[in-house]
């Protein structure tokens, strides 16, 4: 299969960095390319970080679409809601200006120019789980780009999320994980486990690259908001 690269970081902060500064390239690319991006993202309590570091990035916020990779079925002011998440992480300061479209049940006409996956441990990236029902159809690559609904055992809710063709058609995929366990998932997909979702992804997506830290950062984000407020901007 194809060798994704991976980039290890010492801790939470120093992944976030990094990743932000290589999506912060990867817009910049698209602006000057077609004058707007498009970058998709996950939920979870994982991405904060990641997010904050972005939310200070000096890019043409007005000309970038952010949207996200699926969505649990709440109103989205429920903290369980990846939208939640977003407006509370991304969308302010200078990325207050960028257009935010929520998932809709349906067709995906435009790919992201960027795709930022998490994996939990048990392999399920997005919203697609190993038990679900729907998995063999949301993970075959021969059906259009598009948001499916699915309600995953491992889920207290319904969910919305990209399938696999909808994944794969993006130009950058970045997948973000910490921890020895999310690690050891990470390596038995790519030794070819095919019971684990992330192992589609991995196949089908040659340009992703894989970002990992031992464990969750601690540190309050005001206090890191704070350290890399100014002129020190992923660019």
Known sequence: MNTPTWHLSTSGAEQAWALAQAI?????????????AHLAVSGGRSPALLLETLSRSPLPWSRITISLVDERCVPP???????????RHLLHRAAAQAHFSPPRPGPVSAAPDVIVLGMGADGHT?????????????????????????????????????????????????????????????EQALAGAPELPIRAVLMAAPHSRLYWCPEPNPEPLSMH???????????
Request: proline share 8%.
């Open 24 to 36: 912060v390239c990867d817009l910049q690319r698209a602006l000057h390319e077609r004058g707007a």
């Open 77 to 87: 002011t429920s903290p369980d809601s990846n939208e939640a998440l977003i407006r």
């Open 126 to 186: 997005a919203s697609l789980f190993p038990d679900d029902p729907v998995l063999d159809a949301a993970l075959n690559p021969n059906r259009p780009p598009a948001y499916l609904a699915v309600a995953p055992a491992a889920s207290v809710w319904r969910r919305l999320t990209l399938n696999l063709s909808a994944i794969v058609q993006s130009g950058h995929i970045y997948v973000a994980i910490e921890g020895a366990t999310k690690r050891r998932v990470l």
């Open 225 to 235: 908001a704070a350290k890399t407020s100014g002129t020190d901007q992923p660019h």
